[in-house]
């Protein structure tokens, strides 16, 4: 099958490796690290769409155990963020947790499948498709350049993405959930054994200069940030937030 951007296949790998490396920075940097910027010009790709998640300039570290023991829930800050993309109920509160950066990476899914921006002309994305997903006019939403994809994956990757994006905390599925999910829709793709295969591969690190930080989901980079097959590989990368 020709791998372009708006195939379902490459869909998935982006949004599968933008959200290892998310998951990396929630359970595996030390410390943990929310990004709080996550956005559609913060992930960069190479040539093989494999995802790289970049700019931790409005990163901040995540609760860190008291001398009780105890890990606070969320931690308090003033709000920073792209507008679209920021978590509505850390916009009201200033509390940042990470289900932050969940909802963040629910609106870059939705970017995927749709074709649309954050915010356009009054309208904003996640309340358009829950609109579509409500009415069952959820496929008159994809993008128009998508190829032919299967269905039960298009819906179920709605499905999680619309969940990334509820309006509560507590509703929002974990990073782990997040990626639970993409890797069973992953596995349901046609060819599944070859793209599973091809997705562990690990391939020599290239490092290009972006010729713009405006750079978005469909321009190709190559970076050392953050990346999903660095999860699996057990490398750890330091990353210093402010």
């Given amino acids: ?12 790998r982006i949004a599968l490796g933008s959200a290892k490396g998310i998951l990396y920075l929630h359970m595996e940097a030390n410390p943990p690290i929310y990004h709080r910027d996550i956005k559609a010009s913060n992930i960069l790709l190479d040539p093989r769409f494999t995802a790289k998640v970049a700019d931790f300039g409005l990163s901040r570290l995540a609760p860190v155990p008291d001398l009780e023991g105890g890990v606070p829930a969320h931690v308090s800050t003033v709000v920073k963020g792209t507008p679209g993309y920021l978590d509505p109920e850390y916009f009201l509160t200033h509390k940042l947790t ?3 950066d969940v909802y963040s990476l629910g609106v870059v899914f939705l970017e995927l499948l749709t074709g649309m921006h ?17 009415s069952g006019m959820i496929f008159s939403i994809i993008d ?21 994006c509820h309006d509560e905390t507590d509703t929002r599925p974990s990073m782990v959930e997040v990626v639970k999910e993409l890797e069973t829709i992953w596995l349901m793709m046609p060819e599944s054994d070859t793209k599973m295969s091809e997705s562990t591969e690990s391939d020599p690190e290239k490092v290009f200069t972006p010729t713009s930080s405006s750079s978005t989901l ?25």
Wanted: glycine share 6%; aromatic share 6%.
């Fill in 144 to 164: 128009g350049r998508m190829e032919s994809y299967p269905s039960k994956c298009a819906v179920k990757f709605i499905e999680l993405a619309l969940n990334c």
């Fill in 118 to 134: 954050p915010i356009s002309h009054g309208k904003n994305i996640v309340r358009e498709v829950n609109i579509a997903y409500s």
């Fill in 218 to 242: 469909k321009t190709l980079y190559t970076s050392q940030d953050i990346s999903g097959s660095d999860l699996a590989s057990g490398i750890i990368h330091t990353v210093t937030p402010r």
């Fill in 1 to 12: 099958m020709k791998k372009t951007y708006q195939d379902m296949v490459s869909i998935v």
């Fill in 98 to 100: 990470d289900k932050s």
